[in-house]
């Protein structure tokens, strides 16, 4: 059987989940390294989703929770969900680099409130 390379991102966020389940994932400690990877890998997503925070009919991703960001990933991974935008970018990431985006846009503050 060939051996199973787990990475830095898997080990972090095992660590984080141990004994802290019931905090969300924004909340939880995650390795700073994980944080400034996934700001480095950001750049793609902010070219259409908002650093401000912004719905200009792309939905801001800023302080979504990690399980959440990944789940959606899967999602336009499987198929579930077709966007051809969003499709072409989760296939081309790997496990890791959704993890460390997914706690790097949790990591932020939320949407501002919506004026009227």
């Given at each position: 059987m060939p051996a199973r390379r787990i990475t830095a991102v898997q080990i972090m966020i095992g660590l984080s989940m141990t004994g802290t389940a019931s905090l969300p994932l924004s909340a939880q400690?995650?390795?700073a390294k994980v944080l400034r990877y996934g700001e480095h890998l950001s750049r793609e997503c902010t070219s259409c989703h908002s650093r401000e925070g912004?719905?200009?009919g792309i939905p801001s991703i800023l302080g979504m929770?990690?399980?959440i960001f990944a789940e959606t990933?899967?999602?336009y991974q499987s198929g579930t969900?077709?966007?051809p935008a969003?499709?072409?970018v989760a296939e081309s990431l790997d496990e890791?680099?959704?993890q460390a985006l997914a706690h790097y846009f949790a990591s932020l503050p939320p949407n501002p409130p919506k004026k009227p």
């Open positions: 400690t995650v390795d912004a719905d200009n929770s990690a399980d990933f899967k999602y969900r077709t966007n969003m499709v072409s890791e680099q959704i």
